[in-house]
């Protein structure tokens, strides 16, 4: 059975500094990656994809893709309370045509 | 441009019931996926729809059905309802089967009693 696989948290960390989240994967051939920020009570955001090996960064997230390590991970630089949020790894494996395979998530909280 | 949009927001439902959930899709998107979030876990993959005909299934009964129409909208039907149907479903549309970026509907949030 193919799985994501993400530390549920909650991950703490202080405003301003960085965040870390990580994801790891069960099947090596996995072609797209996906990072979604889930509020509480509300739906997922797509806020970050990656699709070949190495950094792909967006303003304050940068998201790392690890193929041979089957690990994908987001870095959200200088976290505000607002980043607090439920981060949701997805991934799209090779013969699964479009289907996200999701993690649990994992709970960040920016304490100020 | 408009984002999807899911009918209606919240749904209570007794056991063994029907329902059915709607779903537009962004504008210029033409598959539509819908997923089931139980509280406290990841979405799960329910199926996807492709120019009107079904692109794909993941594990659940077939009590769980859908359609989608000439407008690209879509609908789930889910037929005698269990206590364990009572989630969060979520429609997210793409551009097309090919391009994986998929993007959320605000969510129905169904309670079976």
């Known amino acids: 059975q193919k799985e994501v696989e993400q530390n549920s948290g909650p991950l703490s960390v202080p405003e301003g500094a960085i965040a870390s989240l990580n994801c790891t994967y069960s099947?090596?051939?996995?072609?797209?990656f996906f990072w979604y920020r889930q509020y509480s009570g509300k739906s997922p955001e797509l806020i970050m994809f990656?699709?070949?090996?190495g950094d792909k960064e967006d303003g304050r997230f940068t998201a790392q893709l690890n193929k041979a390590s089957q690990y994908v991970s987001l870095l959200i630089r200088d976290s505000q309370p607002s980043d607090s949020a439920t981060y949701l790894c997805?991934?799209?494996?090779?013969?699964?045509?479009?289907?996200?395979?999701f993690g649990g998530g994992t709970r960040l909280m920016v304490k100020p | 441009e408009t984002g999807v949009t899911q009918s209606p927001t919240h749904l209570i439902k007794t056991r063994g019931q029907q329902v059915t959930l709607r779903c537009s899709s962004q504008?210029?998107?033409?598959?539509v996926s819908w997923y089931q979030q139980a509280l406290g876990q990841g979405p799960q993959f329910i199926f996807q729809?492709?120019?009107?005909?079904?692109?794909g299934r993941g594990n659940f009964p077939p009590r769980f059905s859908g359609l989608q129409f000439p407008n690209y909208s879509s609908e789930l039907n889910v037929n005698a309802l269990e206590l364990d149907d009572s989630a969060l479903y979520l429609c997210?549309?793409?551009?097309?089967?090919?391009?994986?970026?998929?993007?959320f509907g605000p969510g129905t949030r169904l309670t079976v009693l």
């Open positions: 504008s210029g998107h033409n598959t």
């Open positions: 990656i699709y070949s090996n």
């Open positions: 997805a991934v799209i494996y090779d013969n699964a045509g479009n289907m996200l395979t």
């Open positions: 729809y492709y120019r009107e005909e079904e692109n």
């Open positions: 099947d090596r051939g996995s072609q797209s």
């Open positions: 997210a549309s793409s551009l097309s089967a090919s391009r994986n970026e998929q993007f």
